[in-house]
């Protein structure tokens, strides 16, 4: 998902390159189109449709790795929206083909499945005037329902395209998912080698943020293993539990640059087995990200030697007569860096749209499905769905779907689609 | 279950007040019974099905609070073994009733059938030897399965009490528990103010180790809550997984007396919800024990005050713009302090027949069964169950059932029932 404490980083150090953006004919040619403006009219005809779906989708859960349940829904959404052409590939994508006439590459567009929220999490929406509030509502369910709207938006003015379009529901990109979903559209599935452009919508925002860059992360589980024992009768012996909370409050203290952006994340902690036993394993999920590969791999060089540090300092401590505290830091996730040239005719033609709906293009980099095609040359963006919202990953998560902020973000997204993939 | 070290540091502080006991009469009678040497024989004999009957139940789970399926299986062998009156109780307690003579008062003695383990936890019993190795096989698989042994053994030798006994498999003993099997049986159970002894028997060990004393211990759930956010997007926010690595170093530096003997320990820890998301919860369970209440409470005030310096810690090194981390200590444990004197009855007679079998008694506190019955001033004592072991609450538990050591242990503990029960 697109962060925008990383684009107000990176615009600072972008800025200087990009020059006033030409017009670009694609993209005038789309506005002016008067299929396009029916296919906005439409937009903001069918909005409360698009509020409907967004809850519907909301209130299915979609933990990471058990996106089935809602990849169903979604696919049988599509359906209902017009596409005809609709399946769930091997690896869970839901993917609609909307066939164009057959003289562009083809393109494809995509918001994922997947929530970071665990099964059992209440995803119920609760609604208070125009603001829905649920887990997962903006991140990235707003944009799976947006995807249906164009669908229907593009039927409804009778839009025809130079190239086919992917309409595309992806599993696995928060958290363990480790990008997943797109590693197979763009490395394995039957689309491999064939997807010329790429777009992510994610997640909600007004529809300015053009995410050019993909931030590179790489994720750890780290494990500390001892000899285990009993609370009271081996008190005195090493323990993973007190290396892992040496460890975590040392990583809390390392020095990372805050520009270029580069942070760290203890996300999920376990282990041990009961109160009155010293645990014979304790462990944390580590996420370390950086705007550039250089810090990235300073603060992962750093990571692994204080976690290193905290196992000698246990055994330094307490007794290893029974054994030693040992530490085990595994790579379980590894988003590759990417970049969009700010000239490449993508950048250029999502710039052109914005402006013409009156905003101000902001670039900016993040960690998002668009990082994987990024990395291998393939021109993607990651764009917002349209509308406001917040505290996405937090329970707290909420989207406001008032109108004209909610229509103006899906018109700059349709827009790009539409003169990207050459709107006749 | 009885720890060592407990009793190493405790024999010194009251081995000043244990003069050379003198001969107990009961315990003579005891001994020198034709029925009481007939069931010894007996014990010796029915060896390898007291090994069979110790995987057998080891090898059914039986995670706190989930004993139900080793007590249904515990319930039918004490039926196969020859007690007719057997019942689970509503808090999920096994109990066998062998009628006396009914001229003494109701004797119980007891093994506890849960483990430390949670389910899933492989509890398949790998045999080298006369070694077995499984989790819970000594702690506390081994005494339930000599329960069955002693009660086959009274029938064979065709042995009547004055007291009624009752044969007891109760639920509860580890961890969080927290005693829920015993403290239903004399606190609100059918046999609430009846029984007037109880024998713990728990765990392993040669047969010479009396606990006499039951060891304080407060049981504490920590959570430390926050505003969560996003991995990247929200980097520098509080993080409750950081105030709770910060607790978990101050709590392993904190300072308790070896003597009284004064221990902490983190035993289970959790939360977050993704590795690229800031938890809003982050939590570990944590045992404090102390052999003298005014330590316990000491360390407990100390704990508490290390808790709250953590979270105010986080709050001031961290923004805290989304909202703070707080902090809840949360009792979730409490077992009562316990002391049978050293000049009680049940003892002397239990010495005495320690010694009678040629074994030095050694004098020991812990935290078990018995801290219940001693804390209402309940004669109770807890005793091994025979035979050597280590490693109890790993994963590397094992056990030794060479012979002599295992029927010494059992004899001891069956001559110990038999006498304060009143062999006739």
Redesign the interface.
Known sequence: ?L????RDAFIALILGSVAALAQVPAATRTLTNPKFQAAEDFIAADHDRLVREIIQLTEIEAP?FKEEKRAKAFAEMLRQSGLSDVDIDAEGNVIGVRKGIGTGPLIAIAAHLDT???EG?NVKVRREGTKLRAPGVGDDSRALAVLLAIVRALDAAKIQTASDILFIGNVGE???GDLRGVKYLFQKGPYKDKIKMFISLDPYGPGNDITVGG?G?K?FKVTFKG?????????GLV?P??A??????K??RMPVPSRP?T??????????????????E?W????I?SETKEELNKAVETFTKLMREAAEEENR?RSTS?GKVEVEVKL??DRPFGQIAMSAPIVQTAASIVEGLGMTPAYGV??TDSNIPMSMGIPALTLESGGMGG??????EWIDVEKPTSVRGINASMGILLALAGLQ
């Open positions: 998902m962060t925008k404490t990383a990471p970071v929220f665990p999490t928060e958290g363990p931030i992360s994720r000899p285990g024992g009993h609370s009271f009768g081996s008190f323990s539990a007190y892992l909370g040496n460890g975590i409050a990583l809390s952006k942070t760290f994340n203890v996300g999920v902690i376990g282990g041990g087995t009961s109160v009155n036993s010293i645990p014979f304790s944390m999920d580590v996420d990200r401590t029974q379980i996730g993040s960690s505290r996405n990953h937090t329970l707290d």
